[in-house]
């Protein structure tokens, strides 16, 4: 005989994802429509998030793993709690705002609990990412971990590893597409080289096959042959 029930912390947080998700969906703020590619070579990427939590740790050194070689600016900020709100709100309208420094942004976290990934749920976060100037990754959690930002961004990876793969992964293509033309490069100037020293070789032999010094010889051995034969 039930006569209430309320939400316990983490149904409260589903409660919430459920009306903004509602709310932006019905503002257009996630349609495919606004979504900008990535840059495939970015040369500078703003990255925020705790400058010492373990994410920017993984992102670093799978990006120096991978061979990508673009600048990082870590914009460090609190990444969870209701204080942490208006720091990354500013972070994002100020280095969203520079495309002229800025290639790509990456609003990043790790793993943690409904309550410790909430703030990625709130509508102030929401949409200063999705206001932002500068193409934007949204790489918070892990694979199971799906947050408001991760909807608002043109592009959500499922870890910050995978943010740095994905950012490297033009520069590890380009590598790989540079040493197959440097072969096959390579490859035709030989071809053609062989072919000129074959094409030398013939013009070398006709030259001496009408040259007087050589008819000179042929008819000395026809004469001698004659003279021989008479």
């Known amino acids: 005989r ?23 969906e019905a503002e257009g703020l996630f349609d495919e429509e606004r979504k900008r590619p990535i840059p495939m070579l970015p040369k500078r990427a703003a990255v925020v998030t705790s ?5 920017i740790k993984d992102f670093l050194v799978t990006m120096k793993n991978m061979g ?3 600048a990082v600016d870590v914009w460090s900020v609190p990444v969870q709690g209701k204080d942490a709100i208006a720091p990354i709100v500013k972070a994002l309208n100020t280095a969203g705002a520079m495309t002229g420094r800025y290639d790509v ?11 410790d990934l909430a703030v990625f749920n709130e509508e102030a976060v929401a949409r200063a990412l999705s206001a932002c100037a500068v193409p934007t990754v949204s790489a918070i959690g892990h694979e199971r971990d799906f947050s408001i930002c991760d909807f608002a961004a043109d592009l959500r990876v499922a870890t910050p590893t995978a943010a740095a793969a994905q950012l490297s992964a033009g520069y590890v ?6 040493e197959n033309h440097k072969k096959r490069i390579s490859e035709l100037v030989l071809n053609r080289f062989y072919q000129q020293v074959q094409r030398l070789d013939m013009l070398q032999a006709s030259v001496i096959a009408s040259s ?19």
């Open 105 to 115: 942004l990456v609003l990043m976290r790790g793993g943690g609990s409904l309550e």
């Open 51 to 55: 400058a010492t939590g373990a994410a």
């Open 212 to 230: 007087p010094s050589h008819r000179i010889n042929r008819d000395r051995q026809r004469l001698a042959f004659l003279e021989k034969s008479l």
């Open 173 to 178: 293509s380009s590598v790989r597409d540079i």
């Open 2 to 24: 039930v006569k209430r029930m309320d939400y316990d912390s983490v149904g409260l947080v589903w409660k919430l994802f459920g009306e903004v998700k509602r709310k932006l």
């Open 68 to 70: 990508g070689v673009f």
